[in-house]
């Protein structure tokens, strides 16, 4: 069955700074996969979906760019603020939503 | 605001005994989730209903069950509790019938069960 790997090493970076995240799935290409956000003790928020014919998607300071020959979205965060610390999850699809573990990423002031 | 209710927000029990956990969808929605995160894991599907209708199931266990109503809302009940049963538990809903139609979930705020 599919999984996701996402770095479960916190990320740290300095206030401005572009942030990128990484999802890597194992199987066959998702139609679609999903990036949220999560605040500690708070539920997942939807941020960006990216389709599988769809190279890169943007709004406001993020893009995701979904590459199907690597099997990987990358998710970059630009001009980061502290706002912006929280855990990343991206999901894709499959039958259900399979989720990855999320990578915490911490912006310093 | 997500527009997804969930309670209650905490609870605390003792192994051995049994809760209803309750959640209700966005206005509109027709597909509730629900998901379990323990610490330091990740989001674990347990069940999806849609439209009062079982969905699809994940790795839920047999002491858990849940139904969704005439009205969409949802209960989850867990029993024999057991001390690794401690977690979040999330609900979500969303319009679509299945995750082949690309499509938002729009998650609850939670509700932590801790058993002690």
């Known amino acids: 069955s599919q999984k996701i790997e996402q770095n479960s090493e916190a990320l740290n970076i300095q206030e401005g700074k572009t942030a990128t995240l990484t999802c890597n799935y194992t199987n066959y290409s998702p139609a679609y996969l999903q990036w949220y956000r999560q605040d500690p003790g708070r539920g997942p928020v939807f941020l960006l979906l990216?389709?599988?014919?769809?190279k890169e998607k943007r709004k406001e300071r993020l893009k995701v760019t979904f590459d199907t020959t690597l099997k990987q979205s990358l998710f970059h965060i630009t001009a980061s603020q502290p706002a912006d610390s929280a855990t990343y999850l991206c999901?894709?699809?499959?039958?259900?939503?399979?989720f990855g573990t999320g990578t915490r990423l911490k912006v310093l002031a | 605001d997500s527009g997804v209710t969930q309670t209650p927000k905490h609870l605390i029990t003792a192994t051995g005994q049994r809760v209803t956990l309750r959640c209700s969808p966005r206005?509109?929605?027709?597909?509730v989730y629900w998901y379990q995160q323990s610490l330091d894991q990740g989001l674990q599907f347990l069940i999806q209903y849609y439209n009062g209708e079982e969905r699809a199931k994940g790795n839920i266990l047999e002491r858990f069950s849940a139904q969704q109503f005439p009205d969409l809302h949802s209960e989850l009940n867990l029993s024999s509790l057991e001390l690794g049963d401690s977690a979040l538990y999330f609900c979500?809903?969303?319009?679509?019938?299945?995750?082949?139609?690309?499509?938002?979930?729009?998650f609850g705020p939670g509700t932590r069960l801790t058993v002690l």
């Open positions: 979500a809903s969303s319009a679509s019938y299945s995750s082949g139609e690309a499509d938002t979930q729009y």
């Open positions: 990216i389709r599988e014919n769809e």
């Open positions: 999901a894709l699809p499959e039958g259900k939503y399979i």
């Open positions: 206005s509109g929605d027709l597909s």
